[in-house]
């Protein structure tokens, strides 16, 4: 059993971003921008879409400083309510948070087979990943590289990514093979416009993307420990004592689309068990709440709960089984693993205002044909999902009234707190 990591008030070095303070860089996929704040008093923030926004440094170091990391939980607030509804901040935030580490964006059985591809979004980012004819995979920004169409949606299986716009037709590697009508256009070279590469790598079940362009268009997928080492931390080893990596199958995917700032959902998820008593009634016979402990390390807190269905009960099914893990991965990803059961939760911001939560459900091999036991679990984790829309849609309702602007932690919110100090230091200036 890892030991817990004491919380302090400063957060690890290496969390904290290097700054130059004569001239600022920015480096949104790896393309730098130099800016010199002395002289202009305006910092240049380039999104990965295709156009670029200025903000004042001011207004948006206003609205990060308003909260304090050094402050213990204790005697805590937490961010402003700025910081869940102000666009300026929410634009500013893609870029610090999500464009830089490691995500995971969906499973390795995706792309289990040659040819296998799937496509999604990473704040602007539109992406697709891909399996070769010679089974290597690949990652790519989905857009073409004529006029700037998404290339390919949804998912499935390519010999290649043909353009729906003008036919633009590109190999799984990536390479343009084909570009119709460009008879005579001079200086046009085939082989400098094929698809823009992103890192790529896999850990246990996960398909990892790191929004920062790749070495060469060739790159290897990386899957060594430097990876998970930077992803999950020390809290690897934790995560496959608890069986998260482990060989489980695919079952299916649930969406839901919510009124609200990603980071309240995620806020949600991570009370400590608070608000189960209150709005899980039948999440919560499941659950010891006792029980409940918490682990943080550096990017990742896990959550502890013992299961088990009350003694005495006619009706003993349980999906929990005897222990319930919930670990979330800063910045936006959550794994649950109880009983036979994995899902993963992968929130995705839309808009200051909007999220997609994506859930993919899987299960212990032994069970996948079960199907009235599968039918059952999913409908009471769909139940479970849409009071916490109910909950999280409120929220954000009442985040943009007039009569709220901070509030504090109770001692059980550790990993929210934990949660709220990695993005101010992702986040500051």
Known sequence: MMIMAAMTATVPEFLTPKLKSTSMYFNSHGYKIGVSVSQLGWRRFLN???????FAVSDVNKLVTEFDPNIPLERASTPPSSWYTDPKFYHFELDRVFYGGWHAVGYSDQIKDNRNFFTGRLGDVEFVVCRDDNGKIHAFHNVCSHHASILASGNGKKSCFVCP??????????????????????????????LKPLRVAVWGPFVLLKVIQATSRN????????VASEW?????????????DSSLSFIC??????????????????????????????????????????TIFEKVSIQEC?????????????????????AFVYPNFMINRYGPW????????????????????????????DEAFIKRSLEESERVQMEDVVLCESVQRGLESQAYDKGRYALVEKPMHHFHCLLHHNLKL
């Not at 990965?48 to 200025?54: A, E, G, I, K």
């Not at 608000?275 to 029980?291: C, D, F, I, Q, R």
């Not at 003694?311 to 919930?326: C, K, P, T």
Request: with cysteine.
């Open 232 to 244: 999950l931390g020390t809290s690897v080893g934790r995560l496959s004592q608890g069986g998260v």
């Open 306 to 326: 013992g299961g088990g269905s009350k003694a005495g009960e006619e009706d003993s099914f349980n999906r929990i089984g005897s222990q319930a893990l919930y």
């Open 253 to 294: 995917r649930r969406e839901y689309t919510i009124d609200c700032n990603w980071k309240v959902f995620c806020d949600n998820y991570l009370d400590g068990g608070y608000h189960v008593p209150y709005a899980h009634k039948g999440l919560m016979s499941g659950l010891n709440l006792e029980t409940y402990s918490t």
């Open 219 to 226: 790159g290897e997928v990386e899957t060594d420990g430097f």
């Open 342 to 369: 994995m899902d993963t939760n992968l929130v995705i911001p839309l808009g200051p205002k909007k999220c997609k939560v994506v859930f993919d459900y899987f299960l212990e091999p032994s069970l996948k044909d």
């Open 48 to 54: 990965p879409s295709s156009s670029s926004r200025v």
């Open 165 to 194: 716009y003008h036919g633009w037709t590109y190999s799984l590697t990536g390479s343009l093979v084909k570009a119709t009508r460009m008879t005579g256009i001079e200086n046009f070279a085939l082989n400098e416009m094929g």
